[in-house]
C-alpha cells in the first residue's frame, strides 16, 4: 500500500507556488479565491473545458459582479448570455441557486456541505470544491485530474466508474488542514500539465517515485477504459428560417421544460429517430409561402446527434403580425442556442 502522502502533498504544494495557472476565477480575496467567482465558475466548468469557459468567466463577472446581481437578472438574460457553452440547464441551476442565496443565506455562498448541497445543479463534487477552494475548508472533491492522479498512484487496474468510492477513501489520505484550497487547485494543474490523460509527462514528474504505475510501467495502461463504446441515436428534424420585408427572423420560444428550455429558436419540427415520421411544424403549415432547401447539416449534442433539414421563406409580416421576430443584424447575439445560430447562418 501506498505510504508517501505527506511527501506527494509537500511537492504538490511547493509545484504549485510555482507553476499554478492563472485563472479569472482564482482572484484572490483576503488570501484565497473569492467565493463568488469560486462558485459561478464551477456551474460553467461542468461538462465544458477550461479554456472555453475563460473568457465567458470574464464576461460574466463584468455583467453580473457579485451575487446579488445576478440574482436580481431573469432566466432570459442568463440564457441568452450562456449561449455557445451549452448544457443549458447549468445555466438555469446557477439563476436559481444564487436567487436562493439572496433570499436565505443574505447574499453570502454558504459555507456548510448540508446547505450547499441542497441548491439545485450542486451535486458531492461541486459543494466539496467550492468549501476547500472558496473556504479552504478541509475537504478532497475528485475531479477528472485528481481521479486519474489517484488511480496512477495506487496503479489501480480497474476503470475509474468501477471504483469511485475507494476513490473517495483514498482521497481523504490527501486532506489538508491548512493549505486545503491550494492543495485542491495544485492536484488539478497537476492533472492538467503533468500527469495528463495520454502521455502523461513522467519524466518529469516529481512524485514518479511515488507512483506505483510508474514502477510498474503502468502509466499508459491507467487509468482503464471501459470496452464498451455507446453509439450515438440520430434525430432528424426540418428547420424553417422565415424572413419578413423588414428583414427580420420568425422565431419562438422553446417549452420551459426539456431540451433547450425557455430559449429562442426558428420553427422546426418535432425531434424524431425515425426520418420518415417527421411531420411539418404546426406554424409552418400556416404559413403559405415557397420554402427553398438550404441543404443540411449535423449537430451533435451530448447523447444524441441531430441532422436538420434547412429551408428558407419570405413572408410578409403583417400576415403574421402576432408571432415574434429579431432583426436578421442581431440573431448571433440573441438567446438562441448554438445549434440554431448555425442554423440561421446556413439559410442566410
Known amino acids: 500500500m501506498f505510504k508517501h502522502e505527506t511527501q506527494v502533498i509537500k511537492f504538490l504544494l511547493q509545484w504549485y507556488s510555482v507553476n499554478a495557472r492563472n485563472l479569472p476565477w482564482r482572484k484572490k480575496n483576503l488570501n484565497l479565491p473569492d467565493p463568488y467567482f469560486v462558485f459561478v465558475s464551477e456551474y460553467m466548468l461542468q461538462q465544458t473545458t477550461v479554456n472555453t469557459v475563460k473568457n465567458k468567466f470574464n464576461d460574466f463577472i463584468l455583467k453580473w459582479p457579485s451575487l446579488n446581481k445576478l440574482a ?10 450562456w449561449s455557445g457553452l451549452g448544457y443549458y440547464s447549468r445555466a438555469r ?27 439545485p445543479g450542486i451535486g458531492d463534487y461541486t459543494a466539496k470544491a467550492i468549501l476547500g477552494i472558496g473556504f479552504n475548508q478541509s475537504v478532497m472533491p475528485l475531479d477528472a485530474n485528481i481521479e486519474r492522479i489517484l488511480v496512477r498512484l495506487y496503479a489501480i487496474d480497474k476503470p475509474i466508474n468501477k471504483v469511485k468510492n475507494k476513490l473517495k477513501d483514498l482521497g481523504k489520505k490527501f486532506i489538508s488542514d491548512k493549505y486545503s484550497s491550494n492543495l485542491i487547485q495544485s492536484f488539478m494543474d497537476y ?29 499508459q495502461k491507467i ?68 420554402l427553398q432547401s438550404k441543404g443540411s447539416f449535423e449537430y451533435s449534442f451530448s447523447h444524441f ?22 432583426k436578421k443584424s442581431s440573431y448571433s447575439s440573441s438567446r438562441m442556442p448554438t445549434v440554431m445560430k448555425k442554423i440561421v447562418d446556413i439559410a442566410i
Open 223 to 290: 487509468p482503464l477504459k471501459l470496452k464498451k463504446k455507446t453509439i450515438k441515436t440520430i434525430k432528424y428534424t426540418r428547420a424553417y428560417v422565415i424572413v419578413n420585408e423588414k428583414n427580420e427572423i420568425l422565431v419562438r420560444s422553446r417549452p420551459n421544460k426539456g431540451m433547450l428550455a425557455s430559449m429562442l429558436e426558428v420553427p422546426n419540427d418535432v425531434w424524431v429517430k425515425n426520418k420518415k415520421l417527421l411531420t411539418t411544424d404546426h406554424d409552418i403549415q400556416k404559413i403559405k409561402t415557397k
Open 93 to 119: 441551476n446557477l439563476l436559481k441557486s444564487a436567487k436562493i442565496i439572496h433570499k436565505n443565506f443574505k447574499n453570502n455562498i454558504p459555507q456548510t456541505y448540508d446547505e450547499l448541497i441542497q441548491l
Open 305 to 326: 446527434d441531430l441532422e436538420t433539414e434547412i429551408f428558407y421563406g419570405n413572408v410578409k409580416k403583417a400576415k403574421l403580425s402576432k408571432s415574434n421576430w429579431i
Open 72 to 81: 436580481q437578472t431573469s432566466e432570459p438574460n442568463i440564457l441568452k448570455f
Open 191 to 219: 492533472g492538467s500539465e503533468i500527469c495528463l490523460p495520454r502521455n502523461p509527462k513522467c519524466n518529469i514528474c516529481g512524485i514518479n517515485k511515488f507512483c506505483q504505475s510508474y514502477k510498474k510501467n503502468l502509466q
